[in-house]
């Protein structure tokens, strides 16, 4: 599986964005799909998740309410609609897919075995 993330860039706070991550290769095998991101000096931390089949979703506190994640299956797609940013919400994200054979939590970096390349979100305040 190959992703594709786009959609970053530089807003000011109160802004928004819109991330997009295209799937490919063999994405029948994976069940859920997630954005992670990573600010300079920290961890990288999850962000949001849904699974392909039932379109459940989970997300973290800090963007509930402010963040949107959403998929086109005809499209292999997953999307982060980023409203009301913050200045916090600086960092690079990134979007991953499990494998056939992952498991654990949705909000782990270990359930997923395949990352895309990650794509720059700056909020200025």
């Known amino acids: 599986v190959q992703l594709q993330a786009s959609g970053g860039g530089l807003v000011q706070a109160g802004g928004s964005l819109r991330l997009s991550c295209a799937a490919s290769?063999?994405?029948?095998?994976?069940?859920?799909m997630g954005w992670f991101r990573q600010a300079p000096g920290k961890e990288r931390e999850f962000v949001a998740s849904?699974?392909?089949?039932?379109?459940?979703?989970h997300y973290t506190d800090s963007v509930k309410g402010r963040f949107t994640i959403s998929r086109d299956n005809a499209k292999n797609t997953v999307y982060l609609q980023m409203n009301s940013l913050e200045p916090e919400d600086t960092a690079v994200y990134y979007c991953?897919?499990?494998?056939?054979?992952?498991?654990?939590?949705?909000?782990?970096?270990?359930?997923?075995?395949?990352w895309g390349q990650g794509t720059q979100v700056t909020v200025s305040s």
């Open positions: 849904i699974f392909w089949n039932s379109g459940y979703t």
């Open positions: 290769g063999r994405t029948s095998s994976s069940r859920i």
């Open positions: 991953a897919a499990d494998g056939k054979f992952n498991s654990g939590p949705y909000f782990s970096t270990g359930r997923y075995e395949y």
